[in-house]
Nanobody, 118 residues
Framework: QVQFVESGGGLVQPGGSLRLSCATSGFDFSTVAMAWYRQVPGKQREIVASLNPRGANIGYVSSVKGRFTISRDNARNTVYLQMDSLKPEDTAVYYC???????????WGQGTRVTVSS
């Protein structure tokens, strides 16, 4: 079945870095665009970064441009998010999914929590 397993979150000080991973299964990963999302309690989930099946056509929400880098390894069915120069406003639970595939959007992982605080 379709699975998204996010990992790599944690507590980090402002200015620090984290690398998130999302291991996927149950669908043809190499043929779908992927994205990282984040959600803060009481707010809607927002898309943070996305890339196409080949790892190109990369886009970021303006608040993370220049600080976050999305990438993927199609051989490992995994998408990554390198987060640098973290700010307290980056605190959220981070998820991955396939933004252009509505059937896959019915499945969500448990997410990985990122807390940026001194």
């Amino acid at each position: 079945q379709v699975q998204f397993v996010e990992s790599g979150g944690g507590l980090v000080q402002p200015g620090g870095s984290l690398r998130l991973s999302c291991a996927t299964s149950g669908f043809d990963f190499s043929t779908v665009a992927m994205a990282w999302y984040r959600q803060v309690p009481g707010k809607q989930r927002e898309i943070v970064a996305s890339l196409n099946p080949r790892g190109a056509n990369i886009g970021y929400v303006s608040s993370v441009k220049g600080r976050f880098t999305i990438s993927r390894d199609n051989a490992r069915n995994t998408v990554y998010l390198q987060m640098d120069s973290l700010k307290p406003e980056d605190t959220a639970v981070y998820y991955c999914n396939a933004p252009l595939n509505p059937p896959l959007l019915n499945y969500w992982g448990q997410g990985t929590r990122v807390t940026v605080s001194s």
